[in-house]
């Protein structure tokens, strides 16, 4: 039974039905549209997930026409055979802002082009200080809910940017949507191997039996990135390595990586387990943590006019864990940008003859492949929630991050040259 529900996860939504979906995509000309949504929908499409005449309404500031925006889409992605499906898409665009006067007129767009009995998925990837006004502006439209078919909503992360700032969007979301319908999105929990590493633990029990501090003197879990900010300073400026991959994709993989195997594999299961263990960790004393910045950020941050911060990209946090399995176990996690190597893994390092176990993240994309964001696009269709984040995880990430903000001032910060190790 166990095996089984883990399968489940490894091949989630080989055999499901072929959906009637229309997509309205806030932040729609974005870049997450362009590099990741665009190539989900081909491969649902490819895959026989949803059906090749779906509907996508994409919305944003920018003035565009229908047919302009259909070629925005299709050159988002490079094989004929992934523009050809793109191509047979229903495609709109509504140019507005995200506030209740600019989304006046959505209601008339989405039902002039909505098929009758077709599923709704909102997805939003603009910043979370939108959420609130899009939500009230749906349910005021009365967009928020269908007869017999679903209307769900997605959140691309940061969910807020501090405890309370989270809180009150729970607050505000809770009003229009109930928590069965919200998705709060982390694309690292799809990602092949982080999926897997509950099914590691169930079929290699010898190992999963040394997984407790009596074996296992240090786990590290590291995403360096070899790019700088890019074109995301104004976001980056504001947010930093701890608040934009620490709070959520590092928490995460930790509490995944710690937590015990539940009876059995359900959404719910995985959440309550994942929660005892992010509830369970305490910040090191400040002289454990580095925190520093990239040589030509401060260029970067000047070129595009920006209040130059001493925002952190990146972080080395240590941790320890309560829990009596796992008290004493050093838990180190590192991120950054501009990192001398890209390099996405999880190393867990054994007491004796200095063994260890390494799970690398980013394994060689064969052309293809199903991007992160398809399978979670086909877990929001099935409506199973195991790899999006609760809002009781949220809210116990961020305060986790909210101790580091306390002894932020004390934590050593350096300057590290582009493209280099800091730690070196
Ligand atoms: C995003 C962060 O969530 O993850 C980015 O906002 C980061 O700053 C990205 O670059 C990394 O994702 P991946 O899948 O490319 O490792």
Request: a positive charge; hydrophobic letters at 35%; one cysteine or more.
């Amino acid at each position: 039974m166990q095996i089984r529900d883990n399968l489940k996860i490894i091949f989630p939504t080989k055999f499901m039905q072929k959906q009637e979906i229309s997509f309205v995509l806030f932040g729609g000309t974005g870049d997450l549209t362009k590099r990741k949504l665009v190539p989900a929908f081909a491969r649902l499409i490819h895959e026989g997930r949803i059906r090749d005449d779906s509907t996508i309404i994409g919305i944003s500031r920018k003035k565009m026409s229908d047919q302009e925006y259909k070629k925005f889409l299709i050159g988002s992605v490079k094989e004929d055979k992934d523009k050809e499906y793109i191509r047979k898409l229903d495609i709109r665009f509504f140019s507005g802002d995200f506030t209740k006067s600019g989304l006046s007129g959505l209601k008339q767009l989405i039902e002039k082009s909505e098929k009758p009995g077709c599923n709704r998925i909102y997805y939003l990837s603009t910043s979370f200080r939108f959420f609130p006004d899009i939500v009230k502006e749906l349910k005021s439209q009365n967009l928020h809910k269908k007869d017999k078919v679903f209307t769900r909503m997605v959140f691309e992360k940061p969910f807020g940017d501090d405890l309370s700032s989270s809180e009150e969007l729970d607050k505000e979301i809770h009003k229009v949507f109930s928590e069965e319908d919200v998705f709060r999105l982390d694309h690292y929990l799809a990602k092949e191997t982080v999926m897997n590493l509950n099914v590691l633990k169930s079929t290699n029990t010898a190992l999963y039996k040394t997984f407790s501090n009596k074996y296992i003197e240090s786990i590290e879990i590291i995403i360096d990135e070899d790019l700088g900010v890019e074109n995301r300073i104004e976001y980056y400026n504001d947010t930093g390595a701890i608040k934009d991959m620490f709070q959520s994709h590092l928490l995460q993989m930790l509490s995944l990586l710690l937590m015990e195997l539940p009876h059995t594999l359900t959404a719910d299961n995985i959440h309550d387990e994942k929660l005892k263990i992010l509830k369970n960790l305490e910040i090191l004393p400040a002289s454990n943590h580095i925190l520093g910045q990239y040589e030509s950020y401060e260029k970067e941050a000047k070129a595009s006019s920006l209040k130059l911060s001493k925002i952190e990209t990146f972080a080395k946090i240590e941790l320890n864990c309560k829990i009596p399995k796992w008290d004493g176990v050093k838990l180190i996690l590192r991120t950054g940008k501009k990192l001398k190597n890209k390099i996405g893994k999880i190393k867990i390092n054994f007491k004796t003859n200095s063994n260890n176990v390494i799970i690398d993240i980013y394994k060689k994309q064969e052309p293809n492949t199903p991007n992160e964001y398809a399978t979670l696009l086909s877990e929001i269709i099935k409506g199973d929630k195991t790899l999006f984040t609760r809002s009781d995880e949220v809210a116990e990430s961020w305060k986790i991050v909210e101790k580091i903000e306390k002894i932020r001032d004390k934590i050593k910060f350096i300057k590290y040259k582009d493209n280099s190790d800091p730690e070196e």
